[in-house]
């Protein structure tokens, strides 16, 4: 039998973890986020994708592209968070469809500047955490494995 599908998508500048802003996301890099999502995929009994894109029209089709899979998703929307109305209607497609979305920031955007505390994506959203750094990707690991193991 094979494992349950996941996809975790990231928005722009998250391929410079590591290297952009270290003191707010840490001084570890993309590679090892797939690394530490692909682990605890395993450990929960689900195959996990890590991807990333500076692209919104990318991001989006990776939306639609979950829906016509029937894939729960993990989302990052980064900085798409507080504006693309676009992201929102590809995220909404996918709650819609009955599929667990869970919104990950890796800081705590209410903590941060002004604009960031609105999020276009965590009124869709199944879930939301934030500002866990890496582990809230696990957190939203662990709830979609319990989601599935329920239905």
């Known amino acids: 039998?094979?494992?349950?599908?996941?996809?975790?998508?990231?928005g722009p500048n998250l391929g410079r973890l590591g290297v952009r802003?270290?003191?707010?996301?840490?001084?570890q890099?993309?590679?090892?986020?797939?690394?530490?999502?692909?682990?605890?995929?395993?450990?929960l009994g689900l195959q996990v994708e890590v991807r990333q894109s500076d692209d919104e029209a990318e991001v989006i089709h990776w939306m639609h592209q979950a829906v016509d899979e029937s894939t729960p998703v993990v989302l990052n929307p980064a900085a798409f968070t507080h504006y693309s109305y676009g992201l929102a209607d590809a995220a909404a497609q996918v709650t819609d469809a009955?599929?667990?979305l869970v919104?990950?920031?890796?800081?705590?955007?209410?903590?941060?500047?002004?604009?960031?505390?609105?999020?276009?994506?965590?009124p869709i959203?199944?879930?939301?955490?934030?500002?866990?750094g890496f582990e809230g990707y696990h957190l939203a690991l662990r709830a979609i494995a319990g989601g599935l193991r329920k239905a």
């Open 1 to 10: 039998m094979n494992s349950p599908r996941v996809v975790v998508v990231n």
């Open 21 to 27: 802003e270290p003191e707010v996301y840490g001084h």
């Open 29 to 43: 890099d993309l590679e090892h986020l797939r690394e530490l999502c692909s682990d605890w995929g395993k450990e």
């Open 98 to 100: 009955g599929l667990t």
């Open 103 to 122: 919104e990950v920031h890796i800081s705590n955007p209410a903590s941060r500047e002004a604009f960031r505390r609105r999020s276009v994506i965590s």
């Open 125 to 132: 959203a199944t879930g939301t955490i934030t500002g866990f």
